[in-house]
């Protein structure tokens, strides 16, 4: 007997949930309470576990779909019960049967003894993560592997890690290339006896007809991928939950130009997240639909991709002869032809640098930008995380000029500033001041995207909030001491510098489950408070494009480790716009670093329907009296203030004080070596 599956009920007041994720499919078999998909709505995501055992029938949403609380998603039935589509899917399983019986007479022919060869699948590298990108591989075809021996290096969204081998034995064929984002599943090498990779080589020999299979797999992986003549219309994706719309801010492709599959078209800005959108074919830039600064709306197309010939055909019919005038103009001019060369030269460099493998791993992007500018990977020191080259350092070190020639004019340089007179601006600070602003002087520059929120945001904020902000001075002697002793230890095993706001997020986790009026919202419509079951936290971050919040969730459940590496992996993504749009969602209270420059004093401003906001002042060495034993005494301390603003339509003055107040004691008591975990 069939069972229906109703949205459950979500929390208090939530009448919809958007399904984000699907984790089994028509014809899978479920036991009761076994996750069956993952649902968001604006205040939790979570996973919809199976209320009986049985086989998935039919799935009535799908992903992205917001359903109400008590429609029928999904149609579980009893074992044995055959789904809807079965016909459909016996043929397809068949149909892959007959596909895959090539695959699995290869692997029994491939090897000595039990003749069989490995395959090496792309692991499962965290929650929620689908898929991985290949970096470097670390082993070539043909080469031993002992058991747990690494084979190569991954990249996610979320980690980079060492995929190590299953099994010992030779590697046999490498399935995907460095830089290909594989997913979590795939098969991306096969490892095999050593005589399993003569005994292919001699079947290949001796059967000529076998070396015309791989062909068609590749024609098969490629097909569905590549563009059709007549062009592929690339619409605007979905870009988060309640995002109907994106700013296209930069162009990183003309009409004209080649690009691969999920190569970066575009950047585009929304009220939530900054992202790339790569291309979702391989093919030619035929047209482009919408130019820089539009704002286009999720489904509408915003560029058309095809065929190298498909391009052709666009063209006039003399088109072949084209190519001739342009390498004819070229020629007479030899500057163009020896700039030429030394663009060939560079390029030829630094893909030996990049084959080498001593270039950390960067993004197709930013290793085709630095072959086009001809930058040397090896002289760049990376600004992501982790070290990691982003193209912001490629343009920096191409306006900047290469070291060595920076080096070699430094003496020059020197000689000729002494001899000439000192400017008006000669003794100027230029402390903390960024040169590319200097173009901005006399312009009038339309906001991007990022600007435009903020300024609206916080306008709303003092409009619909009454804010007041507290301050204290707290004492962080102990904390400076603290860090100064495990900081290597602590780099060292959790590769993440243990910085002062972690400590200061932690101390105002722990204070918000004290205090939950204080992690809590106010609705003054309905005349409500909601106080918040988890602690998420928001971390200003100041990027390049303006000031971004992502939130560490569930800090209550966290340690100085988890957080300190959550803040080096958010500000990170936040900086290379990585960041996915549930990053930027569901913050129940924020924290901002406003020393970073210097700041001694200020007063943050809230973000709705939060009910406060607290600062980390610059941390600066003063005289302080100290009183030990009844005796008052003179010492240098480490000192901060803590402004806090609230709402005072939640938040009482006192209820303020007390918040702040147990902050302080936690921090100035400085006993935090139990949650360094090393």
């Given at each position: 007997m069939a069972h229906s599956v109703e949205m459950p009920e979500l929390g208090e007041s939530v009448t919809e949930g958007t399904i984000t994720t699907w984790l089994k499919e028509v014809g899978d078999t479920v036991e009761v309470d076994e996750p069956l998909l993952e649902v968001s709505t604006d205040k939790v995501d979570t996973e919809i576990p199976s209320p009986v055992a049985g086989v998935i029938l039919e799935i009535k949403a799908e992903e992205d779909d917001t359903v109400e609380v008590g429609d029928v998603i999904v149609v579980i039935g009893d074992e044995g019960e055959a789904p809807a589509s079965s016909d459909d899917s016996d043929k397809a399983e068949k149909a892959e049967e007959k596909e895959e019986a090539p695959k699995k007479e290869e692997k029994k022919s491939s090897g000595s003894g039990s003749g069989d060869a490995t395959d090496v699948e792309m692991p499962e590298l965290g929650e929620s993560v689908t898929?991985?990108?290949?970096?470097?591989?670390l082993k070539e075809v043909g080469d031993e592997v002992e058991v747990d021996e690494p084979l190569l290096e991954v990249s996610t969204d979320k980690v980079d890690t060492e995929i190590p081998s299953p099994v010992a034995g030779t590697l046999i064929e490498i399935l995907a290339e460095e830089d290909d984002t594989v997913e979590v599943g795939d098969v991306i090498a096969r490892v095999g006896d050593a005589d399993a990779v003569a005994a292919s080589d001699d079947d290949e020999d001796d059967e000529p007809a076998a070396e015309e299979e791989p062909a068609p797999k590749q024609e098969e992986k490629a097909a569905p991928k590549k563009s059709s003549g007549a062009g592929t219309k690339v619409e605007m994706p979905e870009l988060g939950e309640s995002v109907t719309e994106g700013t296209i801010t930069t162009w990183l492709k003309e009409v004209g130009d080649s690009v691969e599959v999920d190569e970066p078209l575009l950047e585009v800005s929304t009220d939530k997240v900054d992202t790339e959108i790569p291309?979702?074919?391989?093919?030619?830039?035929?047209?482009?639909?919408?130019?820089?600064d539009d704002t286009v709306e999720v489904g509408d197309v915003i560029v058309i991709i095809g065929d190298a010939d498909a391009a052709a055909e666009a063209e006039e019919p003399a088109e072949e002869e084209k190519p001739a005038p342009k390498?004819?103009?070229?020629?007479?001019?030899?500057?163009?032809?020896?700039k030429a060369e030394k663009k060939a030269d560079s390029k030829n460099a630094s893909a030996k640098v990049d084959n080498g493998g001593n270039v950390p791993y960067v993004t197709p992007l930013?290793?085709?930008l630095a072959d086009k500018h001809g930058v040397d990977l090896n002289t760049i020191e990376g600004t992501g995380v982790g070290g990691r080259i982003r193209k912001q350092d490629v343009l920096a070190a191409v306006e900047g000029g290469a070291p060595a020639a920076a080096s070699a004019a430094s003496s020059s340089a020197s000689k000729e500033q002494a001899e000439q007179p000192k400017g008006p601006r000669a003794n100027w600070s230029t402390k903390s001041v960024d040169p590319a602003k200097a173009e901005l002087i006399g312009t009038t520059q339309r906001v991007n995207r990022i600007r435009e929120i903020t300024a609206a945001k916080m306008v709303e904020s003092l409009q619909t909030s009454a804010q007041l902000t507290h301050v204290q001075e707290v004492d962080v002697t102990r904390i400076a001491e603290l860090r100064k002793k495990v900081k290597p230890a602590f780099v060292e095993k959790h590769g993440a510098n243990i910085t002062y706001l972690a400590f200061f997020i932690k101390a105002a986790a722990e204070a918000l489950v004290s205090h939950p009026n204080v992690n809590a919202s106010y609705d003054a419509d309905a005349k409500e408070i909601t106080y918040h079951e988890d602690v998420n936290i928001g971390i200003a971050v100041d990027t390049p494009m303006g000031l971004l919040v992502p939130v560490i969730k569930q800090v209550q459940d966290m340690n100085l480790a988890d957080i300190a590496k959550t803040i080096t992996d958010l500000a990170g993504r936040a900086r290379d716009k990585k960041l996915r749009p549930d990053d930027l969602t569901g913050a129940t209270f924020t924290v901002t670093n406003i020393g970073s420059e210097g700041a001694l004093l200020?007063?943050?401003?809230l973000t709705p329907p939060q009910a406060g906001i607290l600062?980390?002042?610059a941390i600066e060495k003063r005289p302080v009296i100290v009183t030990e034993d009844g005796i008052d005494s003179i010492a240098i301390r480490q000192m901060c203030y803590l402004p806090f603003t609230y709402d005072h339509q939640l938040i009482d003055g006192a209820d303020a004080g007390r918040f702040v107040t147990t902050i302080k004691d936690r921090i100035e008591q400085g006993d935090f070596e139990a949650d360094l975990d090393i």
């Open positions: 898929e991985g990108t290949i970096t470097t591989w291309s979702p074919v391989e093919g030619t830039i035929l047209e482009i639909l919408a130019e820089e390498q004819e103009e070229k020629k007479p001019e030899p500057k163009k032809e020896e930013v290793r085709k200020d007063t943050p401003v600062g980390t002042a």
